[in-house]
């Protein structure tokens, strides 16, 4: 089975070579532990050696799922992907693929950001009928964050609610905590790919240095393996060749770099990824929100009202100062933070685009978008609450068991 070469690494030679032709002007830091400054998505693509998803491969997804593509797909919402087109030629063939996804859980309170990467899974669920394994990284939060083996899996059971609440179909999905479940053959496919990763290798990718502690070093097998079926023999029994795609932020990426580099060398296939870029913070587009500041993001548990003051206080507005400079100047619409929200969750295309004519013309006021966004973001918010009060202990139990999944594939 263990099919041993030693390659080269192709996938760190291409970023390493496109992070020396991106030059100096790299003040943006993107990767698992911090995301900040003014991103180019651009050069990140290039930086990490991977594909930009365009319009043909959109184009695909809905010729190939019969409906209309998701609002984040027809947004470059998510923008990047790794292989992505090989799921689908594989699906057109008629062979099937599972999703895996899944949340560090550091924090109670999740934010609208946190949610994107698991509404999105959700609609690739239903569009495709597959299978779906969401991990729960509570040791990992555990090593890097300063929190108890317990407070980390306790976290991980409150954030598996707000999971459920997005509306996973619980005959197709299976959520694990690390803690919990980590392994047989999961813990066997750990040793595989760990065997294959040396310390300068893992430093390179992660960036360890020599004051880090030995688990965060090791850490990376845990999240590499759920891309491999044999990992879930409940699940993929005897279907070894079954395929992956991973939806993900794409800060990501350098965990799936590394397992792409291992794959074939212990002889499976490597995991297709389809990766999003960051939800802005309300203060203005650069990076992702801050757990440490509670007026950056809206959170799930947001009341109306403080939806309303958040937006109204804090979003950054590329609207004018004034009304008469509003109708004489118009907004710019490229920084405008409401705006931008509004392009990740008003489903609406021709509302959209008649808003930024207006908007940006000058004839309509700051004040009448932001008014249109809180209407939209209190919906959703109160929607995930409601859905959120209804998963019980129960259902919690039941997506962490340990057992088949009866509509796997259909
Ligand atoms: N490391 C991720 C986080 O901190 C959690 C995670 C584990 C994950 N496996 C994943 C995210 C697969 C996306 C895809 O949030």
Request: include cysteine; hydrophobic fraction near 40%; glycine fraction near 6%.
């Amino acid at each position: 089975m263990e099919k041993r070469e030693e390659g080269v690494n192709e996938e760190g030679a291409a970023a390493a070579a496109a992070v020396e032709a991106a030059g100096e002007a790299e003040e943006a830091e993107v990767n698992p532990w911090e995301v900040s400054g003014k991103i180019d998505y651009d050069k990140l693509i290039d930086k990490f050696g991977c594909q930009r998803l365009d319009q043909s491969l959109i184009d695909r997804v809905q010729r190939l799922t019969a409906r209309p593509p998701h609002v984040f797909l027809r947004r470059g919402v998510f923008f990047a992907h790794r292989d992505f087109n090989e799921i689908l030629d594989a699906y057109e063939r008629g062979d099937k693929f599972y999703l895996y996804t899944g949340r560090g859980p550091s924090s109670e309170a999740l934010h609208l950001g946190h949610l994107i990467p698991f509404m999105f899974t959700k609609y690739l669920q239903d569009a495709f009928k597959v299978p779906l394994v969401i991990q729960l990284t509570d040791d990992e939060k555990c090593m890097w964050k300063s929190l108890s083996v317990e407070e980390s899996q306790r976290l991980a059971r409150e954030n598996a609610k707000d999971i459920i609440a997005c509306g996973f179909d619980v005959t197709r999905t299976f959520i694990f905590s690390d803690f919990d479940y980590v392994g047989g053959a999961f813990y066997k496919n750990m040793v595989r790919v760990a065997k294959c990763v040396t310390y300068n290798k893992v430093v390179g990718i992660f960036g360890f240095t020599g004051e880090d502690h030995i688990g965060k070093v090791s850490f990376p097998p845990v999240q590499a393996v759920p891309s491999f079926p044999s990992s879930f023999p409940h699940l993929f029994n005897g279907k070894d060749h079954l395929r992956c795609l991973i939806p993900c932020a794409i800060d990501q990426d350098p965990y799936f770099r590394m397992t792409r580099d291992v794959a074939p060398r212990i002889g499976y296939h490597k995991p297709a990824l389809i990766e999003s870029s960051f939800f802005p913070a309300l203060q203005g587009d650069t990076g992702k929100m801050s757990a440490s500041d509670p007026n950056s993001a809206i959170y799930v548990t947001d009341s109306a009202k403080d939806i309303k003051d958040k937006i109204n206080r804090y979003a950054f507005t590329g609207g004018q100062d004034t009304k008469e400079k509003q109708r004489l100047y118009g907004a710019n619409l490229e920084v405008d933070i409401p705006v931008k929200y509004l392009s990740f969750f008003l489903d609406d295309d021709d509302e959209l685009e008649h808003i930024k004519t207006e908007y940006g013309s000058g004839r309509m006021l700051t004040f009448d978008v932001k008014k249109r966004l809180i209407e939209i973001l209190v919906e959703i918010v109160e929607r995930h609450r409601r859905a959120r009060a209804a998963v019980t202990d129960e259902m919690v139990d039941a997506f962490m068991a340990v057992r088949p999944l009866p509509s796997m594939f259909s």
